[in-house]
């Protein structure tokens, strides 16, 4: 199943894992809207297709007023958007989500995957977050930590504290990150 962003963050959203707040936008003046609705000294404009790699491509830009929003809106929206994970053809960018801004201490790298091998969900997660995963997992596995999921009990505590605690959440938050990754 391919979903995009905006979409993933809103199951996220329902069970009441902490996202910033976004929306999709159509259209270079809903796009103006949203920003507008949500406020804020800062909005980050990303396009919205099913493939990772967009920020390396010119596909994610950060806007510090809304000339800047409506600026990269018209820019993005329509554009051929080219990453690792498209191939040369690009894919078409038809929607973008408009997204408070944040002030990033640290980004952290958080997946599940079904391991296609055992038919078990792994959880992954690395202090190496951010637009170079793929790099980190070919170039420094070892920062790559995996966790396996039974159905059955779903992640435990203790797993759960484990893998916060190596990717590098600090003590104090390790009880909320265990909450997000139990979600």
């Given amino acids: ?20 707040r976004g929306k999709p936008a159509f259209s270079v003046d809903e796009a103006v809207k949203v920003a507008e609705e949500l406020g804020g000294p800062v909005w980050v404009v990303k396009a919205q297709i099913h493939a990772g790699g967009r920020g ?8 510090k007023s809304i000339e800047q929003v409506r600026e990269y809106a018209n820019q993005i929206l329509g554009m051929q958007l080219v990453t690792h994970q498209t191939g040369p053809e690009g894919q078409k960018v038809n ?3 408009i997204e408070e801004g944040a002030d990033i201490k640290q980004e952290l790298y958080v997946s599940l995957v079904v391991d296609r091998i055992s038919q078990k969900i792994v959880l992954m997660g690395s202090s190496e977050g951010g637009m170079d995963i793929e790099e980190v997992a070919e170039k420094h596995p ?3 930590h995996k ?10 505590d203790a797993q759960a504290d484990d893998l916060a605690a190596k ?14 990754l139990q979600g």
């Fill in 1 to 20: 199943m391919k979903i995009h962003e905006y979409q993933g963050k809103e199951i996220l959203r329902k069970f009441g894992v902490a996202v910033p």
């Fill in 56 to 63: 390396k491509g010119g596909g994610v830009k950060v806007a």
């Fill in 95 to 97: 929607r973008l989500m």
């Fill in 142 to 144: 070892e920062l790559i």
């Fill in 147 to 156: 966790v396996i999921v039974e159905p059955s009990t779903g992640l435990l």
């Fill in 167 to 180: 990717i590098g959440v600090p003590a104090a938050s390790i009880p909320q990150a265990r909450a997000i």
